[in-house]
Structures are given as structure tokens and as C-alpha cells.
């Protein structure tokens, strides 16, 4: 049980309601990138000098024998190639052997090195691999993110992976008030490269964060933010976001970017919007049709029954974890709509 927690994200209201897999992998305790923005701080601590997590190979290598049927995350708390990534490697090797599929976020062009593309590109034909790229600016990818490889080469790693026939696509994160130039930039990029749908997360912080990154972008601080969680944990700083107008402006500009390239956009944990029986707003349903996807708030609303592709529960060890989020969901729905689904958009959004 202890070793299966490991491999689950926990039920919260914006996960439960609206993310399409809750498994993950985390081969590293920390993460060398040091994006100012970083949430995964807030569940794993401060920055520093990642230790590879040997362990999880052959815990991985137990929950893989029995559980392929739903997406994997690489990673949510540091990124899976970082160096040394040997152990992220090994993973994607379990992930071959048993057919789990994987998502691999992640900011490093490592990504098509020599002892990477040919396993990724071996994934791919087995349609069990789509690379979610993140790049957010051209001009402050050195300030935000001062320890990740240069978003020019990320930039490049793109076309790379599209040429070769490894699915990817480029989420444009996290989206700033002042920045909007620099994100359409961005996803200009990526699109003529080959990605093949961009997606966009708006920028959520602490008041202290949001002081400390446009002092360090040099800019005023856009006036309003809005409350971001359903509700404030006591002890904890209160979190921030910008406002529903401008999210929602933010993203039909890059919707719309991305139709003119004939390719889609999906926000994440934004909105309610319902992408079509089987799609999910990670994109991967632009890999694989045969697996399947957690059934969310977007598809209760949608009158959808949850069944094929959609799963609410599965089997041992992990079903339950499925179980505990849907719990979640059933009592969204009555709950806190307006701000879950508050951000709403219009076509050209689906192609
Ligand atoms: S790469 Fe991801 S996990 Fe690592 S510091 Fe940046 S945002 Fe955090």
C-alpha cells in the first residue's frame, strides 16, 4: 500500500476534477532547474541537488506487471532529465517491457540525445509515449528558469522529436499577466516546429512569489489577482492567480494560434470545457486510442456515462486510489462550479 501511494497523486479539487490520470513517477528527490515559479516546492521541498530514487524501478517494476491500462506522468515533482537521468532511462524501460504508457514533461532537450530518441522513438511505434515539452518565454526563460537548458534549445528538441516521429507537444507555462507576446511567441515556434497541439497553464502563486517574479522580470505587477483555492488551508499562504477575464483572453489567443496551424490547444486545470468523447487535455489521446482515461467533472457535465474509455474504479493495487477520486468529483459537482468551470471558451477551440 505505502509502495503503491507512491506512484498516485493525491485527491484535490482541482486534480480529481479535472486531470485524466493520477499515476505518476518521480525518479528524483529534488530538482536542479530551479524555476522561481516552481510548484512542486510545495510538496517536496526546496530546490537542490537530486538524488536519483533507485528504489522505484522495482517498485515501478511490480505496479507495471498489473497496471497498464492508464497513463503515467514523468514527473510531477522535478524534472525526469535532469543528470544524471540514467534512472529515468530505466524507467521508460519498464514502461517498453510492460506497455505502460507515458507522459514525460519535462524542459531538457536531453530529450533527443543520443541514448534517448532511439528508446523514445521505440515508445512511440508502440504508441505508448507522448513528450509534453514546457517553454514559456524566449526573453526570461534564464531568469524563471535559471537552471534548465535554454528554451531555444528545447525549442529545437521539438522539431527533433516531431521530425523523428515521437509525439510532442509544447505546453506554454506557467502564462503571466504582461508576458502575453512572449507566450504567442513561444507557441509560434513550437507549432512551426511540428508540435502537434500547445498547452497553456496560467501562473498561480503566493503573494510573495508574485512580488519576487516581476520584480525579477522588471515589470509592475499586474493590479488584480484572484483567490485561487476552493478553500485556503489554514497555516498556508493564500495562492493567486490572474483573473478569469484575462485567462480566458490568454487562452483563445493560443487557441486560436494553434487552429491557424490546424493543430489543437487544451488549457489545463482551467476550465470545464469538454474535448470530446475519449480526448483528454494532455493530448493523449493524439497517441493512443486503446488506453484508458479517468473519468472527470468534464465528462459528469457532459452527461457522458462513465464507461469506456472512461474508468471511475479499476483492480488492485491502484483501482482504489481511482475510487478516492471519484469520490471527489461526485461532490465537486455540487460544489464550487463557478470557480472550477469558471473559465469558458468558444471555437475556434475544437478543430
Ligand atoms: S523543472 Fe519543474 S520541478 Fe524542476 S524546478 Fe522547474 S518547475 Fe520545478
Request: proline share 8%; net charge positive.
Amino acid at each position: 500500500m505505502r509502495e503503491a501511494l507512491e506512484f498516485v497523486i493525491k485527491p484535490s479539487n482541482y486534480v480529481s476534477a479535472l486531470c485524466y490520470s493520477i499515476f505518476r513517477l518521480e525518479p528524483f528527490t529534488t530538482c536542479s532547474f530551479g524555476c522561481v515559479y516552481c510548484y512542486a516546492r510545495w510538496y517536496r521541498g526546496p530546490h537542490g541537488r537530486p538524488r536519483p530514487k533507485w528504489e522505484t524501478v522495482r517498485a515501478f517494476e511490480k505496479i507495471a506487471k498489473k497496471y497498464n491500462d492508464f497513463f503515467f506522468r514523468l514527473a510531477t515533482l522535478s524534472d525526469p532529465f535532469q543528470e544524471p537521468y540514467g534512472i529515468t532511462l530505466k524507467l521508460l524501460e519498464v514502461a517498453k517491457k510492460y506497455e505502460v504508457p507515458i507522459i514525460i514533461n519535462t524542459k531538457s532537450d536531453a530529450v533527443v540525445k543520443p541514448d534517448v530518441l532511439p528508446l523514445l522513438k521505440s515508445l512511440a511505434s508502440r504508441s505508448l509515449v507522448l513528450v509534453q515539452l514546457s517553454a514559456s518565454t524566449l526573453s526570461y526563460s534564464k531568469v524563471l528558469e535559471p537552471g534548465a537548458p535554454d528554451v531555444r534549445r528545447r525549442l529545437g528538441a521539438v522539431g527533433v522529436l516531431a521530425s523523428e516521429g515521437v509525439p510532442v507537444v509544447v505546453r506554454v507555462q506557467p502564462l503571466f499577466p504582461g508576458l502575453e507576446e512572449e507566450h504567442l511567441r513561444v507557441a509560434e515556434e513550437a507549432l512551426s516546429r511540428g508540435a502537434l497541439g500547445l498547452i497553456g497553464e496560467s501562473f498561480r502563486g503566493t503573494r510573495r512569489d508574485i512580488e519576487l517574479i516581476y520584480k525579477l522580470l522588471g515589470m509592475r505587477i499586474p493590479d488584480r489577482w484572484e483567490p485561487y483555492q476552493l478553500n485556503v488551508v489554514e497555516g498556508k499562504e493564500p495562492l493567486f492567480h490572474p483573473p478569469k477575464e484575462w485567462r480566458e483572453r490568454m487562452h483563445y489567443s493560443l487557441a486560436t494560434l494553434a487552429s491557424r496551424y490546424g493543430k489543437h490547444y487544451s488549457e489545463c486545470k482551467d476550465s470545464c470545457t469538454f474535448y470530446g468523447l475519449g480526448r483528454d487535455c494532455c493530448m493523449f489521446w493524439k497517441v493512443s486510442s486503446v488506453h484508458k482515461l479517468r473519468y472527470t467533472l468534464r465528462e459528469l457535465l457532459a452527461g457522458i456515462p462513465c464507461k469506456e474509455p472512461y474508468a471511475c474504479d479499476g483492480p488492485p493495487p491502484l483501482g482504489k486510489f481511482l475510487r478516492m477520486h471519484h469520490r471527489k468529483v461526485q461532490k465537486l459537482k455540487d460544489e464550487h462550479l463557478e470557480k472550477l468551470c469558471g473559465v469558458e471558451f468558444h471555437p475556434p477551440l475544437h478543430i
